[in-house]
Structures are given as C-alpha cells and as structure tokens.
C-alpha cells in the first residue's frame, strides 16, 4: 500500500493515509481511458437539431416563372435551398449519440485514471473538505494555499450549500460528489483533491 501524506484545509500536514493499491496502483490504459470519454462525451449530446428539407417547408412547388423566355435562371420550385425560406440541403435530424460502455470498463477506466495522477503526484489528500460560510473568499483561500496550479478537481462525500457556494465563482475549481465521479473530470483536471471522507467511500465502492 502507498503512503500519501494528509493535509487540511490550511495546507498544513496532518498525518498519512495507506491507499489500497488494487484501487490506486491500477495500470494506465490510455485507449480504454479514451474509449470511455468518448462515450461519456457523446452521452452528453442532446441530438436535438433539426431543420426542414425542401419537401418539408410549407408551402406550394408550383414553378415561379415558365422554363424559356424570361431571361432568368429555371427555378422548378421556391422550395429549393437557393431560395430564402427554401429547404436545407442535408438538413439536420434528431438523432440518439449514446455509446453504451459496460461497468466494469468504466470502472477500471476511472481507477486507471486516478492512479495515474497519484503517481504523477497529482493527487492531494486532506482530512476533510468544509467551508464555515457560502463565500467565494472560503474557496479562494483553500486554493490559494495550496498553491494549484491549474484547474482543480475536489471529489468529497457530500456536496452541502456552503461548498457549493463558495466554489461557484471560481472558474478552475470543480466539485464532484464520489456518487458522480468520472472519468472525463478526473482526466480534465490538472489536480485531484480527495477527502479522506471520499476515499472510505471509493473503498467501499469499487473494493471487489
């Protein structure tokens, strides 16, 4: 098991913690990593668009001019997509972006991830993560004592109002609940911060 060190708030050291090293010693696998976020990137998709062809705008195909003699170019409709109000051509239809992913990929997917910031010494460990007000000024100080450089994940057992608060305005400074964890996030982030709250609670839940 690796020792990592614990901090708190005031990015003082506290003590040490052993992580388990069948979570946070897991190979890195890039492709599957990949593979993952893909996925959980073309989940996010709406696939809303949409957009009417020239058989579907409203209206009548009857041509606008006769065929010769006009000295103009042959229209056949003003339904066509040359015409203002006319059809798109290729026209965008709702469509489903999904990509299934099975369990178990995405779980090594995201512990393969996590190892790799803990072992690139990406990984921060305090003793727990609590705001005594909802300010911004809360939020900044814990940032600014840590010195980050970057943009910063904090993944805790619980999101209350006052962390959810203070973090709000502060654009490189994410939180994530251990029950919403991702890939994408940790991956996206320069650096992890975890509660030791969280640890217990990424045990308990990916522990085969």
Same mark, same amino acid.
């Given at each position: 098991?690796?020792?990592?060190?614990?901090? =708190?708030?005031?990015?003082?050291?506290?003590?040490? %913690?052993?992580?388990?090293?069948?979570?946070?010693?897991? !190979?890195?696998? !890039?492709?599957?990593?990949?593979?993952? %976020?893909?996925?959980?990137?073309?989940?996010?998709?709406?696939?809303?668009?949409?957009?009417?062809?020239?058989?579907?705008?409203?209206?009548?195909?009857?041509?606008?001019?006769?065929? @010769?003699?006009?000295?103009?170019?042959?229209?056949?409709?003003?339904?066509?997509?040359?015409?203002?109000?006319?059809?798109?051509?290729?026209?965008? +239809?709702?469509?489903?972006?999904?990509?299934?992913?099975?369990?178990?990929? @995405?779980?090594?997917?995201?512990?393969?991830?996590?190892?790799?910031?803990?072992?690139?010494? &990406?990984?921060?460990? %305090?003793?727990?993560?609590?705001?005594?007000?909802?300010?911004?000024?809360?939020? +900044?100080?814990?940032?600014?004592?840590?010195?980050?450089?970057?943009?910063?994940?904090?993944?805790?057992? +619980?999101?209350? @109002? =006052? %962390?959810?608060?203070?973090?709000?305005?502060?654009?490189?400074? /994410?939180?994530? &609940?251990?029950?919403?964890? /991702?890939?994408?996030?940790?991956?996206? /982030?320069?650096?992890?911060?975890?509660?030791?709250?969280?640890?217990? !609670?990424?045990?308990?839940?990916? !522990?085969?």
């Amino acid at each position: 098991m690796a020792k990592v060190k614990v901090y =708190n708030m005031q990015a003082k050291e506290v003590g040490q %913690i052993n992580l388990n090293d069948d979570l946070f010693a897991v !190979e890195y696998n !890039e492709p599957l990593i990949h593979e993952v %976020i893909v996925a959980y990137n073309a989940n996010q998709r709406q696939g809303t668009k949409s957009a009417l062809t020239r058989s579907e705008v409203r209206g009548h195909a009857k041509k606008p001019w006769r065929q @010769k003699g006009t000295g103009r170019a042959r229209q056949g409709s003003t339904k066509g997509p040359q015409w203002k109000g006319g059809g798109i051509v290729f026209a965008p +239809k709702p469509r489903d972006f999904s990509k299934k992913v099975n369990k178990q990929k @995405k779980r090594y997917a995201l512990l393969s991830a996590l190892s790799t910031k803990l072992k690139n010494g &990406e990984v921060v460990v %305090i003793d727990k993560f609590e705001f005594a007000s909802p300010k911004t000024k809360e939020a +900044k100080a814990f940032v600014d004592a840590f010195k980050f450089n970057g943009s910063v994940l904090v993944v805790n057992d +619980k999101n209350d @109002k =006052n %962390i959810k608060l203070a973090s709000a305005n502060l654009p490189k400074f /994410n939180i994530e &609940e251990v029950s919403s964890l /991702n890939v994408y996030e940790v991956v996206a /982030n320069k650096t992890v911060v975890l509660s030791q709250s969280a640890i217990k !609670e990424i045990e308990e839940a990916y !522990e085969e």
